[in-house]
Each structure stands twice: as C-alpha cells, then as structure tokens.
C-alpha cells in the first residue's frame, strides 16, 4: 500500500539487533562483485512468510513481472564508495529502453530529507533559525493563526520531524494536461490544486504526525530567505556539494532531460498518463535523481557525521540531523537504533508510478538506494533489501515470520467497510469466501489478503505492518490502525 509505505517511515525495514561493524567487507575485484550481483537477483524472498510455509528463492526478472514493475535501479555502496550500480528491466516499454545506473527516476518523498539538508545549511549559514516562528521570515504566505498555534509555533525544527501539527500528508500529482497551481494555490487548498489547506489543527510540538504540507512551506521558506528558485537554491545547496550530478528539483522536468527519465507505470504496469505527474510540490516529492544520486548524498552524509567532510553540514548538524525528535524521526531522516553503534538513517518514496527507498549507516558502512517505475515497486524493493542483507551478511533485513490463527468467520462481516485517513485516501475492507482483503485504490491494483494473528489484529504478505480493528462505543467497529515499529496510523470507518 502506497500510503503506508510512504514514509522510510513507513518502507520496508526490519531492526537491527547487531552493530553496523559487523557488516564491513572488503573491497571485491570485478569478477567476486559480479558473483554477488547475481546471488543478489537469484536470491530474493517475500518479506513476510506464515510459519511453517517457507518460500523459496526467487530471480528479479520474474518479480519484474509479477509485480507489473517494468524497471529498477539499484546502487550498493559501502565505507563511502559505490561498490556497483546496476539497471533492470525497461524505463521505457514502448520503445524497449532498458534502466541503466543513469535513468532518471521520480524519488518522491525522498525529497523531503534531501531538502531538509538545504534547510539545515541555510541554518547553519544564520539565514533561518530551527526554533524560530516560520511567520517570522515569511512573506508572501503566512501560516494561519487558530486556536492551536497560541503558545506554540510552526518552526523548521518541527517541520522537518513531522512534529508542527500541520496537515496533508502527501501528494498525488498532475497530469502534464492538468493546469498547475501556484504554491499560494496549494497552500490554501485552491483550485486547481488537488489537495485540502494546509493549516495547524494539532498543537505544535505536541505529536508526530507525517505531513507533507509542511515541506511546502518549508518550500516556500527557503525561496524567500535566499531569492532563488527551489531547483537552483537545491542544486547550489545541496545537490552539487554531495555530487549529485544527474539531479534536479525541477517541475516539469525540462525537455532536456526527459530523454534520461523513465516512464511511470500503475500497478497493473499500464503507462501513467503522460508518462508521469508534475509536482509543484517540489520540497517533499518533486526530486528526479538516480539511484547511483542518493548513494553520493547518503555518503556524504556518513562523511559529515564523521567529521571527515563539511561540503555540506557541520559534524554538530549532521549529529542534531540524525537524533531522533519523535518517533524515531531526526531532522529529515527516519532512523533506527538511534544513539546506538548501528544508527541507519533513510527514507522511502512513492510517487504515481514510482517508489524508491535508501538506507545508509552513520557509521560509514554499508548501504544501498533502490528506485523502481511501478506503483507496486515496494513490496519489489522489499525483496531486494533482503537479498543484500543476505548476500553481504547484514544482521537485519530478515524475513517477518507471522503466525496464523483461527479465528470465528461470524466476526468478519463487521470489519467490512471504509476507512479513510483523509479526505483523498480511503482502506477499503471486504470479504469473500470468509477471507478478509483489503485495498488501498488506485495504488493496490488488487486486493491484498489479511491473515488473522487474532480475532482483532491482522497482517498480509506485502508488508511487516500490523493492522488492528477497534470497537467504538456503541461496540461496533469504527477505525482500524496501522502499525509499523514505532508508527502508528489511525483509519476511521466511514458511516
């Protein structure tokens, strides 16, 4: 499911229970690195297994096809170097163009950490201040005032770990035929923008709770501190300084450049509409990069953590960039094992017709950056990170196994029916044949099984997620929530 996956928050990940140390290699010769490549493509499994049903290893040209995914990208990198990028399957099928390490992709909400490590150097640089009221240095839009935001305020720091209270949690795009609206439009909720308001309805500070709109402010923030438009102050900020020389904020993507970009395909592997959408959202999803990118900028983060680079942050900021606000989130960066020897940080994407996810280890080791042209590209990706875990003996990436249970058929009907997260996203609950399925339209082009852990409490095969049913008062089901390590998302029914 698109939605739940749209955060590194919310991608694929399983704990690590070893330090990261553990997990050095050595430098391979062509040939040994070619052996691993192919153990990596012939070896991968689901992520979620039934105990007692073990799977089998599978090759990635099938999943390629299972999965109506027509290509990826997939760099591996390790101690601050690539060890090998490579490109399967096509970016375009219609003319039978193959992925390689230099294709284009949408990173989609990728982008928001990338555009936090700008936000964080104009910090640094005294042009913004991570505690300050964002209406103090903005003037064309200002953050509307209510109830919520009489003592607390919207500041960058909250912004960027999803703790300032402020709504919308991602964005679908335009098709190249849609006219597209200017940043007031989208941040007012006016047509034609597609997405509601983007306002305070939580105290700040208070909770955590993931929200693209607040990067669009932060979009907005960013032009007006330095004058320049968001491509350029990212390239100059950012994209050039981690050499990420095949990158771009730019939205639409220039002329020049299409003929290096895939083509995005829906779940059933049927070409979008226009090739891809246009995100004027550009800080939380409008970067195009490659794989091969955001193992430069991962590394680039490692090296600034260890106080060996400055091309970009301070060892101090990197440091405050990789603690975790809430919810083992940071200031960018979803993290796990924070303030241990194994700290990874990363991030996962999904944008129409695209998904990506990176994971990299603060202490310089191993990492690796997937990027897919299809809408089920997740549950692809999923496999791969733990062909790798498994290929270069990482301790985590491991396959969930989950225990099924019996549970009374009686009880199902009541969990039949709609949820919705917000007025653009509904989870829609049915049942056949006493089976529960559940789907998330128009990225799960089928729906995907749910097997009972309990009479309440749910998972399927595509992700390590939990999904409980709850009781309201008048005793009938009336949410369900999605649970994923530390993260948590409510879905009420709709009556």
């Not at 104009?122 to 505690?131: A, F, H, Q, T, Y």
């Not at 500041?155 to 795009?173: E, Q, Y």
């Not at 990420?244 to 895939?262: D, F, G, I, N």
């Not at 969990?415 to 990225?443: C, E, R, W």
Request: aromatic share 8%; proline share 7%.
């Amino acid at each position: 499911m698109k939605t739940l996956l749209r955060f590194a928050s919310l991608s694929v990940i399983c704990l690590l229970s070893i330090p990261c140390a553990l997990c050095q290699t050595t430098h391979p010769n062509e040939q040994t690195i070619d052996a691993q490549i192919d153990r990596v493509i012939h070896g991968l499994v689901p992520l979620v297994v039934i105990k007692g049903q073990p799977s089998a290893p599978m090759n990635l040209d099938d999943r390629l096809k299972y999965y109506h995914v027509p290509g990826v990208s997939i760099a591996y990198f390790d101690r601050g170097e690539i060890v090998w990028a490579r490109g399967y399957g096509l970016a375009d099928v219609a003319a039978n163009k193959p992925v390689t390490p230099d294709t284009l992709f949408q990173a989609a909400s990728i982008s928001k950490p990338v555009s936090a490590l700008a936000a964080l150097r104009l910090v640094e640089e005294g042009k913004l201040n991570l505690n300050e009221d964002v209406n103090t240095k903005l003037r064309e839009w200002k953050v509307p005032e209510n109830e919520f935001t009489k003592e607390q305020k919207v500041t960058v720091r909250r912004i960027l770990s999803h703790t300032a209270g402020l709504t919308v949690h991602g964005f679908p795009g335009y098709a190249v035929s849609e006219p597209l609206p200017t940043l007031n439009q989208i941040l007012n909720g006016e047509k034609p923008a597609n997405t509601a308001a983007i306002r305070v309805d939580t105290v700040p500070g208070t909770n955590w709770r993931y929200s693209g709109g607040g990067y669009v402010i932060l979009q907005l923030l960013l032009t007006e501190v330095t004058g320049e438009s968001y491509p350029k102050l990212m390239h100059d900020l950012v994209l050039g300084p981690a050499q990420m020389a095949h990158s771009t904020y730019e939205q639409p993507l220039p002329e020049t450049l299409r003929a290096r970009a895939a083509d995005a395909y829906d779940g059933d592997g049927h070409p979008v509409q226009g090739l891809w959408h246009i995100y004027p959202e550009m800080a939380p999803a409008g970067l195009w990069t490659t794989s091969s990118d955001l193992a430069h900028m991962a590394i680039e983060v490692e090296k600034e953590y260890a106080g060996k680079s400055h091309a970009i942050l301070s060892q101090q900021m990197v440091h405050q960039m990789l603690t975790p606000e809430k919810n083992d989130y940071g200031l960018g960066f979803g993290l796990d094992h924070p303030g241990s020897s194994s700290l990874r940080f990363g991030h996962g994407g999904s944008n129409d017709g695209f998904e990506a996810d990176f994971q990299a280890y603060a202490d310089g080791g191993p990492g690796f950056a997937i990027m897919t042209n299809g809408d089920r590209g997740q549950s692809l990706i999923a496999e791969i990170e733990r062909s790798i875990a498994k290929e270069y003996g990482w301790p985590d990436f491991h396959q969930v196994e989950r225990t099924l249970v019996k549970i009374d058929p009686a009880i199902l009907p009541t969990y039949v029916g709609s949820y919705q997260i917000n007025p653009h996203l509904k989870l829609i609950v049915t049942l056949d044949n006493n089976k529960l399925y559940m789907q998330v339209p128009p990225f799960d082009p089928d729906p995907l099984e749910l097997f009972p852990e309990s009479p309440t409490e749910f998972f399927n095969l595509s992700n390590e997620a939990e999904f409980e049913f709850h009781k309201g008062p008048d005793g009938s089901i009336d949410a369900i929530t999605f649970h994923q390590r530390a993260h948590n998302e409510e879905w009420k029914k709709i009556k």
